[in-house]
């Protein structure tokens, strides 16, 4: 079954799909991910990983870079497989209409440009240079904000005493759009309040809004948990990771060789770029 996750827009031209863990450090290295992607993108599309002249380093941020249409918004689709941990729906084919026509000179297709693991911090999709811009993981918020979340043993009794509302994707009880500082007087409340009565059992998060909590906050309860977020005002697509299948499928990523092909090609007069993740890996590597 093809799903329609949403689109994308990208007005520099060069379209990024990257693995979201670290795609912020790109921005502590000699050249940013724009400057690095627009070349790329001027020789038809490249894999972008450090070191430059070597194999990509295990848990660095990797991504594939190509030319695309600047002035439209470009739809974003994916085949869809059961996953082999529980079943439900994951993604078995990324595939993304580029808005341009097809060249002439690359024959028929498809034109491999690199191998990407799927990051079990999630996939992003979008412009290069609103990407420059991309507060991830360990940034701070963008907006001034944070969310407050608990769960686990003691939840009922602790929202008994602090309330929240369950969250959208009917998880933990949470406390949305907070100012940060109020976020973390309550995640201190929470967790002394912990301490002094029931005791271990609860956990409590407090995430400011970064680019990329964001984004996980987008695509939770979304088919495929495909999520959509303005970011220098541009449409940018997060793709987060189910833990459980990711632990079956994907543990491991590059160290365990468990990277999947990236490819352009012709279709229906138009160029798409491909990302093909077969829906049951295969046991490489070792758990020791």
């Given at each position: 079954?093809?799903?329609?996750?949403?689109?994308?827009?990208?007005?520099?031209?060069?379209l990024?799909?990257?693995?979201?863990?670290?795609?912020?450090?790109w921005?502590?290295?000699?050249?940013?991910?724009?400057?690095?992607?627009?070349?790329?993108?001027?020789?038809?599309?490249?894999?972008?990983?450090?070191?430059?002249?070597?194999e990509?380093?295990?848990?660095?941020?990797e991504?594939?870079?190509?030319?695309?249409?600047?002035?439209?918004?470009?739809?974003?689709?994916?085949?869809?497989?059961?996953?082999?941990f529980?079943?439900?729906?994951?993604?078995?084919?990324?595939?993304?209409?580029?808005?341009?026509?097809w060249?002439?000179?690359?024959?028929t297709?498809?034109?491999?440009?690199?191998?990407?693991?799927?990051?079990?911090?999630?996939?992003?999709?979008?412009?290069?240079?609103?990407?420059?811009g991309?507060?991830?993981?360990?940034?701070?918020?963008?907006?001034?904000?944070?969310?407050?979340?608990?769960?686990?043993?003691h939840?009922?009794?602790?929202?008994?005493?602090?309330?929240?509302?369950?969250?959208p994707?009917?998880?933990?009880y949470?406390?949305?759009?907070?100012?940060?500082?109020?976020?973390?007087?309550l995640?201190?409340?929470?967790?002394a309040?912990v301490?002094?009565?029931?005791?271990?059992?609860?956990?409590?998060a407090?995430?400011?809004?970064?680019?990329?909590?964001?984004?996980?906050?987008?695509?939770?309860?979304?088919?495929?948990?495909?999520?959509?977020?303005?970011?220098a005002?541009?449409?940018?697509?997060?793709?987060?990771?189910?833990p459980?299948?990711?632990?079956?499928?994907?543990?491991?990523?590059?160290?365990?060789?468990?990277?999947?092909?990236?490819?352009?090609?012709?279709?229906?007069?138009?160029?798409?770029?491909?990302?093909?993740?077969?829906?049951?890996?295969e046991?490489?590597?070792?758990?020791?």
């Open positions: 079954m093809t799903h329609l996750l949403g689109s994308v827009t990208v007005p520099s031209g060069v990024v799909l990257a693995t979201a863990g670290a795609v912020d450090s921005a502590g290295t000699d050249r940013p991910l724009s400057e690095r992607g627009l070349a790329a993108a001027r020789a038809g599309g490249g894999h972008l990983h450090l070191p430059e002249d070597g990509p380093e295990d848990w660095f941020c991504a594939v870079v190509v030319p695309a249409a600047s002035d439209r918004p470009l739809p974003v689709r994916a085949e869809a497989a059961p996953s082999p529980d079943g439900e729906p994951t993604v078995s084919v990324l595939e993304i209409d580029l808005g341009l026509p060249p002439e000179e690359r024959g297709g498809p034109v491999h440009l690199g191998d990407l693991p799927v990051d079990r911090c999630g996939t992003v999709l979008g412009d290069a240079r609103a990407l420059d991309f507060v991830g993981l360990e940034g701070d918020s963008v907006d001034g904000l944070a969310d407050v979340t608990y769960w686990g043993r939840q009922d009794e602790a929202h008994a005493e602090f309330g929240g509302e369950p969250t994707y009917g998880g933990p949470a406390h949305l759009d907070l100012a940060v500082a109020d976020a973390e007087e995640g201190e409340r929470i967790t309040w301490e002094r009565g029931p005791g271990k059992g609860l956990m409590v407090v995430e400011e809004h970064s680019h990329h909590h964001l984004l996980q906050r987008a695509a939770r309860n979304r088919p495929l948990l495909a999520g959509v977020l303005d970011i005002g541009c449409r940018v697509l997060g793709l987060d990771a189910d459980g299948d990711h632990s079956v499928r994907h543990h491991g990523e590059r160290s365990w060789n468990r990277v999947y092909p990236v490819t352009l090609a012709p279709h229906e007069g138009t160029t798409v770029l491909r990302w093909t993740i077969p829906p049951h890996a046991e490489k590597g070792s758990s020791c």
